[in-house]
């Protein structure tokens, strides 16, 4: 059941989604994620759509899989959708006691929905198609330039590795242990909250204890094999800039020059288009 | 006992790691059997008998433990589980008590049992794995490897199940340890005639104690016989990289250097006995 969460992880396959520079994948998400607040309109939201559909296609990765990533946030959208629906001030256009829906409310709860949405999409579609490795690694290069100021950019991106590295790991050791435990007959699933909160301790003691465990062995064969932080560290693949890389900047800024002519589309252009 | 129909088990089904660990597997366990799996590595035995109480279901396909159906709706999973006990594959991360008594006492005091009975059989089953009375009100985290693994042995067999499965119990014990354990299973079977499943990579181990052995391999049985007649196939068990007992290849490079000892021959006793009859009758020249 922890395996369901696709938001994070890693789908293997060939495409040019995949080849990207990761430093130019980080940013082009950016710059998609600031572009999803600038739509100001439905036109705009058409051009988001066909646009991250192409990528969505070019990656590879079948969209039925891209959305199974949304479900376990789908209570969040939701929320943020009603909140917003009966929340906001404007035009009112239907009431029933103290509940009001205004024009503003429908528009404003659409747009969230689409952003957080597209948002999702955007960064599930970072991470499944580029192997951790590679993203911390495009992460450490891009903050480079701040480690004058004395940000520590190695130790970041290394504690970063360490961390995607043992999710996984973590989540297949509390699933043996659940497992484990749950054959001396431990209860789960008790419709008793405080029963099931009991059931957690045999699961979180013996799940500190390994990971404490394993912190401590990593450091120990970190330091065998001399690590010693970041400085005249070379890499054994070293990030290289592509034409392909090249094309998908130019994609982009296309992109945002389209957005930007669909921000300024409004009724009164699309009005005659129709009658 | 136990019966299985038609079972298949997918991890991650539709995703892109899909793998199919089981597959089509028939089988049925009886009381009173002590059966012995092997296969090589991944050949899903794990899986396989994790699905014997229900800690996972099967994607297609039934099992029965006393004929209740592990996938039914409603069927009581706790209760399955205290009838079938399982000792996980590397289970000594199953321990968290504060103290080793109190741990092997964790599967008993699931099972509602009273403070007397719990006594009993907390006490009763430390000593089966030799873990004396003196380390039992110590605490689970300041005891070697070993012992931490016959604790946690002890803690699935204080709820004396009907159906015993252990995964690989004595991978990475001393030799002396591992026998004592397995022993100790076995008298214990003897007398109180409950079913044991000993999943082992040691031939000489599944041969010794098993009386029926079940030979995994990419998720399907393979064979499913007794000692005697699977060690006697040596050259499929090499086919799918398993091997048989040392005293079997012995009796093998024997009879193809002339004798004619019988096939399947598991373990010393009966190894000695034919091959020094075998020699009484060749005349030194
Ligand atoms: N949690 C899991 N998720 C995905 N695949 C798994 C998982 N557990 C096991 N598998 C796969 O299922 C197959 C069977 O695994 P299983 O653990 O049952 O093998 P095994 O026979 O017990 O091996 P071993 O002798 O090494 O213990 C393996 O190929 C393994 O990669
Ligand atoms: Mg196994």
Request: with cysteine; hydrophobic share 45%; aromatic share 8%.
């Amino acid at each position: 059941m922890l395996r369901d969460i696709t938001l994070g992880q890693y789908f293997p396959a060939e495409s040019v989604i995949h080849r990207l520079d990761p430093r130019v994948k980080i940013m082009l998400t950016l710059a998609y994620i600031v572009v999803i607040f600038l739509i100001r309109n439905f036109v705009g939201y058409g051009v988001l759509f066909v646009a991250t559909a192409f990528i969505v296609w070019l990656s590879k990765v079948p969209p039925k899989f891209m959305l199974k990533g949304l479900r376990p946030l789908l209570f969040f959208i939701l929320l943020t959708a009603i909140l917003n629906l009966f929340m906001t001030d404007g035009h009112e256009i239907f009431r029933l006691g103290f509940i009001r829906i205004t024009y503003e409310g429908i528009i404003g709860a659409a747009f969230m929905v689409l952003r957080i949405t597209f948002l999702i999409v955007a960064s599930s579609l970072l991470t499944l198609t580029t192997t951790p490795i590679r993203l911390t690694d495009g992460l450490e290069r891009l903050l480079n330039p701040f480690k004058k100021i004395g940000l520590p950019a190695h130790e970041l991106a290394m504690m970063m590795t360490i961390a995607l590295r043992f999710i996984p790991t973590l989540l297949e050791e509390t699933d043996k242990i659940m497992k484990a435990q749950s054959a001396r007959g431990s209860d789960f699933e008790s419709r008793n909250v405080l029963r099931r909160a009991k059931a957690m301790i045999p699961i979180l003691v013996p799940l500190f204890i390994s990971a404490f465990r394993r912190a401590d062995e990593l450091a120990t064969a970190m330091e065998c094999r001399c690590y010693r932080g970041g400085e005249g560290r070379t890499r054994l693949n070293a990030l290289k800039m592509t034409e392909l890389d090249m094309h998908a900047i130019m994609f982009m800024i296309l992109f945002v020059v389209l957005i930007v002519g669909a921000n300024r589309v409004t009724w009164e252009i699309i009005w005659p288009i129709f009658y | 006992m136990l019966k299985l129909e038609n079972v298949t088990y997918t991890y991650q089904p539709n995703g892109p790691f899909e793998k199919t660990a089981v597959r089509d597997v028939n089988l049925q366990v009886e009381l009173g059997e002590f059966v012995g799996i092997i296969g090589h590595t991944g050949s899903g035995k794990s899986t396989l008998i994790q699905m014997l109480n229900a800690l996972i279901k099967p994607t297609s396909g039934k099992v029965f433990v006393d004929n209740v159906a592990t996938t039914e709706k409603g069927a009581n999973l706790r209760d399955i589980r205290f009838k079938v006990g399982l000792v996980m594959q590397y289970p000594e991360y199953q321990l968290f008590e504060e103290t080793i008594y109190k741990d092997i006492a964790f599967g008993p005091k699931n099972m509602g049992l009273g403070e007397s009975e719990i006594d009993r059989r907390v006490r009763a089953s430390a000593q089966l794995v030799g873990i004396g009375e003196e380390l039992l009100e110590k605490s689970p985290f300041e005891i070697s490897g070993g012992q931490k693994r016959r604790v946690a042995i002890a803690g699935v067999l204080a709820m004396e199940p009907k159906v015993l499965i252990l995964d690989e119990p004595t991978a990475g014990l001393d030799p002396i340890g591992r026998e004592e354990i397995l022993c100790k299973i076995r008298d214990m079977h003897r007398e109180t005639g409950i079913a044991v499943i000993l999943i082992s990579h040691s031939m000489e181990d599944v041969a010794r104690y098993a009386n029926r052995i079940i030979v995994m391999n990419k998720g399907q049985i393979a064979a499913d016989d007794t000692p005697d007649a699977i060690f006697a196939q040596v050259e499929m068990l090499e086919s799918i990289g398993l091997s048989v007992p040392q005293i079997t290849k012995i009796a093998e490079g024997l009879n193809r250097r002339g004798f004619a000892l019988p096939s399947g021959i598991h373990d010393l006793q009966t190894g000695k006995f034919e091959i020094l009859k075998a020699i009484e009758g060749v005349k030194p020249c």
